[in-house]
């Protein structure tokens, strides 16, 4: 019988998990690049198209994060609006006046308010993990039962909207890393996007402003969109299965699992990998480690470009 154990073994292997490819792509660098910021000269600035004015410090402030648009949105409850004035920060500060927040943020609107309160369950429990999980971590566990049902309550109730446009391209600016935000180097070169998917602002300087109008645009690699389709939609020949099976028609969502159409690419390959590697827990993520451990990298990016372009 000992012959027939490595023909066995060789059997098994289609079946064993790849070891999760993370991707970099979708992180700062260990060592990011020193670009000086704009000095802040303490005067009043102004987004496009609004009628206030804040300055440097009050935009960047964590407590009390501008509102450029009050009428385009229902009332704050105070916690969205201007935190708890000790350790949880607002919560447009991140996710805007709208939920949609910027590429390195989830995305709020549009989700149910059980998925949303079980979020905060799980990161305020400590299973959903991952890189810069901490934040939400500590604001989860000092955010109180009532201010996590108003947040949920203003953000469920926003609608959803194109927030990246998804170009395939061989060439792309080149960028750097202001904390977790990629941004259009000055120097105004371009570079080879390889096997990368390269987000950025539409417009920089109102992204900076932090305007809920300033959208992006992502870079992703020549055939992206072709690959992730097949593997979206038809599993990729059993690498996975479609995800319109659990996120809906149109990846619109399902009940309780969100939508996942047109979200950031880099948070959606973010998710995938912390569910390849156990980092992100929950409910549901038994469900869909089983679903992405098969990915390669490649595979990976592919499926998060083809998702970033579809309509919200």
């Known amino acids: 019988m000992r012959r027939f154990v490595p023909v066995l073994m060789l059997a098994c292997l289609p079946s064993l998990a790849l070891a999760a490819e993370r991707p970099d792509w979708a992180y700062p660098p260990a060592q990011a690049e020193n670009v000086p910021a704009e000095p802040d000269?303490?005067?009043?600035?102004?987004?496009?198209?609004?009628?206030?004015?804040?300055?440097?410090k009050e935009i960047n402030s964590q407590m009390d994060s501008p509102d450029w648009f009050p009428n385009e949105h229902p009332p704050m409850p105070a916690i969205v609006a201007h935190g708890n004035g000790v350790m949880v920060r607002a919560c447009i500060g991140c996710h805007l006046p709208h939920g949609h927040g910027h590429p390195e943020n989830s995305r709020l609107a549009g989700t149910t308010a059980s998925y949303f309160l079980r979020q905060l369950a799980d990161f305020k429990s400590g299973v959903r993990g991952g890189v810069g999980a901490g934040a939400m971590t500590?604001?989860?566990?000092?955010l109180t039962d009532e201010e996590g049902r108003a947040a949920a309550e203003y953000f469920t109730h926003l609608k959803m909207m194109r927030w990246t446009r998804v170009v395939e391209t061989e060439t792309v600016p080149t960028t750097y890393f202001t904390g977790t935000r990629r941004l259009q180097h000055p120097n105004g070169k371009t570079e080879p996007i390889g096997k990368r998917i390269i987000e950025v602002p539409e417009d920089k300087e109102q992204v900076e402003l932090r305007n809920p109008r300033a959208s992006f645009v992502s870079y992703v690699p020549v055939g992206s969109l072709a690959k992730g389709e097949a593997l979206v939609t038809s599993g990729g020949g059993g690498k996975t299965i479609p995800c319109a099976i659990c996120h809906g028609v149109g990846l619109k969502g399902l009940g309780?699992?969100?939508?996942?159409?047109?979200?950031?690419?880099?948070?959606?390959?973010?998710?995938?990998?912390?569910?390849?590697?156990?980092?992100?827990g929950g409910a549901s993520a038994a469900l869909m480690k089983g679903v992405v451990e098969k990915l390669t990298g490649d595979d990976v990016l592919a499926i998060s470009a083809y998702v970033a372009s579809l309509e919200p």
């Open 41 to 56: 000269d303490g005067k009043p600035l102004q987004a496009a198209g609004s009628t206030k004015s804040y300055t440097r």
């Open 138 to 142: 500590r604001f989860a566990k000092d």
């Open 256 to 280: 309780d699992v969100p939508s996942i159409a047109g979200r950031s690419p880099g948070n959606i390959a973010r998710q995938i990998y912390y569910f390849q590697t156990g980092d992100r």
